[in-house]
Structures are given as C-alpha cells and as structure tokens.
C-alpha cells in the first residue's frame, strides 16, 4: 500500500484539533478501510507560533489558508474555519480545483449549500458536512443516502445543545430563563454572546440544511421561520407541565401539499414523544418517512472530538471515492418545492393572557376568538385581582388567524396583556 | 438515461412486496439517482399462480430461484427468503458470478456473514444488509461508514420487537408473561412458536452481525451468550420498578481489554437511560464510541414497508456501486479479537430468594455471598410466614463467581428456592 491521500486542513481550534488526533489515532484502521494512508500535510492557522501540541511537524502550518488550498501536496481539503466568506472563498476555489472538501460549517451550508453542491457537481468531487448538523449523529447520510429510496414527510429536530441544556434546566429545576442563561454562560455551555443559539439562528441554520435534503429541495437559512427561547417562561414552563407537556425549541420541517414548511421555535411537545425525553445538550432528530415510519437519530451535536468523528467519516467516504474516481452520491434538489409561509401553518396554541378578574372577561375574551375563527380546546382561569391569569390551548388554527386574534386581544379592553403565545404540537402533527 | 440495472428478487412476501411497491412508486425518483432506472426483471416465488396485486407482468413470477440468480437479464439480487440453507446457496451462487446481493436475512449473516463478506471482496461485488439488523433503522451504514474513523467501545441495543412488546405490556399493566405472550399472539405481534423471539435467538443473530462490524472482528451468531424473557415475572418488573429500573431485553456487544462479549439477556436498565423510554415493538441501537460519545438509533424493527425501506436504500447504494464499477466499503475484519467467555463478565446481579421465615436465614445467606467473593449493595426481605422473599442487589461480580453463588445457595437449607437471577446494568457500564 503506497497511495497516500494528502489532506489540507483550514483552521485548527478544538474541532481541528480532533481531527488530527483521531487520523494519527487510527492511522493504520484507516489505511487499511480506505485503502490509502490520510496524511495531513498542510495546516492554515491564524497563528503559527502556538504550540498545539499536535502530531504534526511545525512547517506544515501556515497562516494562508489559500496556499493550503492550492498547495500540490493537497488532495482534499477539510475546513473547519466557520464562518460564510473567508471560508466560502476556500470552499469554492477547492471545489473549481476538483478537490474534495469536507466541512463542519453550518453557516455555509445553509447559506449556499444547493450553490456549493452544484459547484461540486460540476467539479465532479464531493463536497461532504455530516458535521454541520447535530455534531457526531449520523444524520445526513441517512437522509441522503439511507432513506434515498423512502418519501420523508417530516423531521423534527433538538438542533441546538446549548437552549436544550436551558430548557431542561428550567424544567427541572423550575429556575427562570434569565438565572440559567447566566449559569450556563459561567460553565461554558453559553457564549458570551448566546444570540446564535437562543435567538434559533443555529438551529435555523441546520433545519434548512435538513429540510433540503429530506425534501430534495432548495431551503436556504433564510427561508426558514424563527423563533427563539428568550421569552419562555418558568410560567409557560410550569403549565405546560401540568398539561402533560415539556417545552422544546424544535426544528419542524415539513412537506404539505406539494409545499415545503420549515421553521424552528419553542414548541409544546407530548411528554410521551421519544424527543421529550432528549435532555441536557444532547441533539436528536426525528424523522417520519412513508415506509420506514418513525426514526429517531440521538447523541452529541457539539465538541471537538463528536464533530471530528463526523468529519472523520466523512473524510473515509471521499478519500475512498476519490481514489475509486467515484465522487457521490450528489445531493439532489430536483423536486424544488414552494416553501409555505407561516401564515399558512395550521397548529394548536397556548396563549396565556393577564386579564381584568371582573365579569364579562371571559366572554369577551372567548368572543374575540371565534371572531377570527380560532376554536379554544382548553381555558382556565388562576389566581384573582391584581394577578388573574388566563391560559388557553386553541384547536388547530391557521397562523394567519391566531395572529389578528392576537392583535385583537391585545386592544381588547377586558385583556391587560397578552403575555405568551407558543405553538403546541399533540399527536396531531402537521 | 438509457440505463437499467436489473433486479432479481428472491421471495415475495410482506417484505418482497414492499420492495416491488417503493420500487415502482419511487421509480422517477430512484432513476435521478442512481443514474439508471431500477426494474424487477424476475422474482423467485413458491406459488406463481397467486396474484400478489403487484405492478409486475407475470411473466417475471419464477418457482425456480436459482434461474433467476443465474439469469441473464438480472444484475442485482435481492434476496428475502430468509433461511439459512436454500438462502446461502443462492447468495453465495449469485456473489460468485459477480453480482452484487442486498439481504434482509439475518440468520444467514449472522451464521455466515463474514465468509460472505469475503465472498463478496472476492468477487469484487457488494454485499449489503441493512435491513437484517432493527428494519428500517439504519445502523449497519452508521457502523461500517459513519463510525468508521472512531472506536466504538460499547453497542447496546433492543433488538427484538416482539419481547420488548410483551416486557412493555408487563411493565405498564402488571400482567404475566403468559397472558401477555397469549395476547400478542392473539393480535399477530408474536409468532405462533415464539420460541426465536422470546428465547433470544433472533435478538442474538442481530447482536453477532453488530458486534463483527462495531469491532471489525468476527463473531457469530453461536458465539453470543443468550438468556430469553420466558423465566421473567411480574415480581421481577415490579422490583426493578421500585429500584428504578425497568428489564428490556438487551443484546450488549463490548470491548474489554482487546476481547469482545457479546451477549443478550433480560436486564434491569436504569429509568433515565435513552433505552429505557424505548417502548412496544420499536428497536433502538444504543452506540458508545471513543470520540463520537453516546448515540442512539431508534425506530420500527420489523414490518413490510419499513424493511423494504432498508432493502431500497441498499439497492441504491450497491447500484451506483455497479454502475461506477466501484464496490464498497467492504467490513473488514482485520482485528480478530478473542471472545471473552460469560464466566469472566463482570456485572451487577439481581437475586430472587424463597427463604425459610426464621432466625439466622439472612446471615446464612449474607455469608454464602461472602464465601463466592459476591458482595451485597442492597438487601431488603418482604412477606412473611410461608411467603417470606430475598431481594438482593449485588456490587459488580464475576459471572463465574455469582453462578457457583447460586449453586450453594440451591443447596443452602435456608433456601427453598433460588426464584430469579437477572443482571443489572447500572452507571457503570462494562
């Protein structure tokens, strides 16, 4: 065995790191399934006078990361740089050099990905990211290849580790948002800067690189409804609790109709569902398809050594097409589905509504639904003057509908405010 | 495209019929990609003169399975027979002319299956099984691609859907085995005979096919240690319950000290663990591995449609496989590891006593334990007079040990009885 396969590697924090680790790990179990020794033998690093303590010689780092991509010792690039333009600009120009890549980045995935698929397409190499989604879970070679033969009605998806660990604090320990934030941000499960996480924009990011492949479609970040867990609360928490419920920040993509649905916000989930039962910051991805029926994928999706076991794989797969002169399976967007806006969305609500405790209120309240066509399934009432409190789950509604009730109950005279609105998926699910 | 790859199917029962059924429906779909349109060009069947309400001529239906295998017009075999005998001439026949074969038959891989992967490299052609191992969940794929750049230290899994049916109705309504068994069989979720379910043989086959590609080692189906539900009661679930476990039949493959046990018994799991909300006839495969850390796979383990799923995937997979002229990834079993006997196993047990209600029992029986270097976590004795019962957890122990344990305490006069003996898997996992 004398093929060696010649990696490039684009940024070397904690991701990077193990991945090299794990190649010098299993360096011989490697060569002996690919059928070729991996040498990493170019490292673009912002800073080469860090001592990684790494198993590589220091004169293959450098802080060019386009010389790595370029390099003639390079067969296949694996970047772990983040982040949309420095990275993209690599991406590309590997993919027009017919070199594989293999990359963990969320972000330009869901920004580009059906661009960059076509552009490795016509390079003919693989452009391969089982790490940009739910970190060591196998899920996008299920998807791509696994239920290729199967039609996917639906995923749901614990995206994101760190609002996971916040809910299931919350849950637990009936703490409020805000005190589990911080605690969370002083262990280290939080940035200091949670936007991306809380706010759903990491979750959103992989629900579109979920839903185009599960739809054989075009879903960019963009397109994707989003909601994040800042205005939970251990209020909305506790009932939902008490209705047999836990409260989740879910990725719901969906195909109705011919249309494809994707959007990610905290969601009333049935404590009896096999998601309800993910806690801390564990990911899983449930998947129902027409044959296969339901599926669930768990496990880490965060940390340097549960990515670099993805991109490990990962990089198994194109160095072994690459030798074979086999690049693919290709993903494919060919069905190009309409996305449906949220208006459309038809689910149940929980509204939770602080109102005067006087006579007529409920009434009024009660009438200010069925005035927008919103059917109420469950009321009840708490507590009495300065506090009284109404919570309400709705029948199915469109999203259209409960919007202007919404707006409706918010001049009402009888409401004071409407303090919660959150989508409630029964077994009902669409 | 002008492209057809052309399959020959085996058998056409539920599964077979599922095939033929997302073969056709999917077929556009299929045809994008793989790069050929996939037919069903003959199919092997007892009776050909039944209408299966198909969408094949008739002319494809054959009573004679090796013509098809040697047709031909046939460049793919699938084979859902089942079986070992008239199965494994079959495949063997079909990988010696160079055709790739996608099998649901677990019993014939867990018998032969690393003979017929080497078959298979031999011929230079694909060998593939999803579908033999938890239906539609896809596990093998995760293990031989996914994981392949990890080190996978423990496989746990619940392999057998009609077990963990009847342990889930005995656990959520307190009935007996019996009536339980009685029941799933009345409603077609157990076998007439439920011998291979119930006493573990099917979930064993499906732990050797695992274990030989978690641990790229070679172990069969005789290898596993095995231990059905039929001697599991209504007092065993009911004190695991107490203790905060629930007994699911697991199939349990791990590395200790470079030799793999692979075994499958009734244990009591810890209530938190993933597997323990793992519920009726659903399997899940619970992986740990070095970098990737916990995964699970969860999903349905048998029917028509959700194996047909697997098959299709497969097919898929070995399709563009042949047309690239590039076969692979073959398992490899390049590790051999030694099988560790049960006797050495190390676990926690649980032990059921019928004891004489008098003075001095329970130090007879502290001492037996004590004298077989057993030693006792938990202790507690119920019911009096004639009724008088032993409940005890052990520490981890010796598998050899605790047996010559239960030997004296057969022969103990203190004992009437030895009632159960089941082991415990608690945190620490080995």
Redesign the interface.
């Known amino acids: 065995m004398d093929r060696v396969i010649r990696i490039g590697l684009l940024g070397c924090g904690t991701v990077g790191a ?1 991945v090299v680790t ?2 010098d ?2 360096a011989d ?2 060569a ?2 690919t059928g070729a020794r991996l040498q990493v033998t170019r490292v673009a690093v912002r800073d080469t006078t860090i001592d990684r303590g790494l198993p590589l010689p220091a004169e293959v780092f450098t802080d060019d990361p386009m010389a790595v991509v370029e390099a003639d010792d390079v067969d296949l690039v694996v970047e772990v740089i983040g982040g949309r333009d420095l990275a993209g600009t690599l991406v590309r120009r590997a993919l027009e050099l017919g070199k594989p890549v293999v990359t963990a980045n969320k972000e330009l995935i869901a920004h580009e990905g059906p661009e960059l698929a076509e552009a490795a397409r016509a390079g003919g190499v693989d452009l391969a990211y ?1 790490a940009a989604v739910a970190g ?3 899920i996008i ?2 998807l791509k ?7 996917v009605t639906r995923v749901v998806g614990i995206l994101n580790g760190t609002t996971n660990y916040i809910l299931t604090r919350m849950t637990e320990e009936g703490a409020a948002y805000a005190d589990v934030l911080s605690e969370a941000q002083a262990l280290g499960f939080a940035e200091a800067d949670p936007t991306s996480d809380v706010g759903g924009h990491d979750a959103a990011s992989k629900a579109a690189i979920i839903a185009s492949l599960a739809f ?1 479609t075009t879903v960019h970040a963009a397109d994707v409804f989003r909601e994040g867990i800042e205005q939970v609360s251990a209020t909305d928490i506790e009932v939902a609790s008490r209705l047999g419920y836990v409260i989740k920040l879910l990725g719901i993509a969906s195909e109705i109709d011919d249309e494809v649905a994707v959007r990610v916000h905290p969601t009333f989930l049935p404590k009896a569902h ?1 998601l309800a ?1 993910v806690r801390e910051s ?1 990911n899983a991805v449930y998947v129902e ?12 999706g965060a ?1 340097g ?2 990515t ?3 991109i ?2 990962d ?3 194109v160095a ?2 690459l030798l ?3 690049p ?2 290709f993903p ?1 967007s ?1 069905r190009r589905k309409r996305l449906r806006p949220i208006e459309d969305l038809q689910t149940q609500y929980y509204v939770l509504l602080d109102v005067e405790d006087e006579p007529g209120v409920l009434a009024e309240v009660a009438r200010t639904f069925g005035d927008h066509t919103v059917s109420i399934a469950q009321v009840w009432q708490e507590g009495s003057g300065d506090t009284a409190q109404l919570v309400l789950i709705t029948h199915r509604a469109r999203e259209g509908d409960l919007r202007t009730c919404v707006d409706a109950l918010e001049a009402s005279s009888a409401v004071r405010k409407v303090t919660s609105v959150l989508r409630v998926e029964s077994e009902v699910w669409e």
Chains 1, 2 share one sequence.
Do not use: C, T
């Not at 290849?145 to 039609?151: K, Q």
């Open positions: 193990g794990i190649l790990r299993e179990d490697l002996a399934r089982e060591a879970i196998p070679k299920p290849e696994s239920l290729a033969g199967d039609r054989d096999p039962g564990f398809a027409e044959a296969a029926g339901e599926l669930m994928f768990y496990g880490r940390g050594m549960p670099g076991s993805a490990v794989g990089v198994i797969d072994r097409n074979q002169q086999a693919g399976p494919s060919h």
